[in-house]
């Protein structure tokens, strides 16, 4: 079955670098999405991106936050000078044009130190 | 404007006893799905169940089951015969009709299975 796969499961930076999560979609899906969990808390929506753009974001995706498709299968979060909020797991996930096929992948685990 | 309350924090049954998480949804769409993930302690979501808000048959998947309820706003599951395997966070989720609108999510259930 088709997976969301995310690079790397678990990344460490210090306070006030920049990080990049990769997450590759799956082919043939064309909306990609980015959520975050806070250790404890729900899962909450950032960014949605179709069509090479933003579609919508939360009022979490800030400017410290970006996101890219840089290639044909890539599609990347950028986090600005990291905060020690910033430590979560970040979600990325995907759906298909033509029918509701939602998929996340396993996550990143993101911790500031 | 869309929420989803899962009232139960966190429940402790022991192993084989049945256990039902609540759920209860708010929108204003006439159109939306609702959801279940399950949450292990590795962290990743577990995708369990989608359900159209025009489809109020109540489902039955193994030991899972879900009862859809409209007029009440509810999407409660049952895990009959609990195992320790079924421990985990649960989250129950709407989103709007659109196939590319977000996800909402519920704060969770913890479900404890004891031996």
């Known amino acids: 079955e088709p997976e969301v796969t995310q690079t790397p499961s678990h990344q460490v930076t210090q306070m006030g670098q920049e990080v990049i999560l990769r997450c590759v979609p799956i082919s043939n899906h064309l909306y990609f999405y980015w959520y975050r969990q806070i250790l404890g808390q729900k899962v909450e929506f950032l960014v949605s991106?179709?069509?090479?753009?933003?579609?919508?974001k939360s009022e979490i995706f800030d400017d410290q936050f970006s996101v890219e498709r840089p290639d044909g299968s890539n599609f990347t979060l950028k986090i600005r000078s990291t905060k020690l909020e910033d430590s979560a797991m970040y979600f990325c996930?995907?759906?298909?044009?033509?029918?509701?096929?939602?998929?996340f992948g396993s996550g990143t685990r993101l911790t500031v130190v | 404007a869309q929420k989803v309350t899962q009232a139960q924090t966190e429940i402790s049954v022991v192993e084989k006893e049945d256990v039902t998480l609540d759920c209860v949804y708010e929108?204003?769409?006439?159109?939306?799905?609702l959801f279940w993930y399950k949450q292990p302690p590795s962290g990743e979501l577990v995708f369990l169940i989608r359900?159209?808000?025009?489809?109020?048959q109540n489902e039955i998947s193994g030991r899972y089951s879900w009862n859809f309820q409209k007029s009440t706003s509810s999407f409660n599951f049952t895990i009959t015969a609990s195992q320790v395997v079924d421990s985990a966070v649960y989250f129950c989720a709407l989103s709007p009709g659109n196939r590319d609108d977000k996800i909402i999510f519920g704060k969770g259930t913890r479900l404890h299975i004891l031996p």
């Open positions: 996930a995907s759906s298909p044009p033509q029918s509701y096929g939602y998929t």
């Open positions: 359900r159209n808000s025009f489809d109020e």
């Open positions: 929108t204003r769409d006439t159109t939306y799905y």
């Open positions: 991106f179709y069509n090479n753009e933003i579609s919508e």
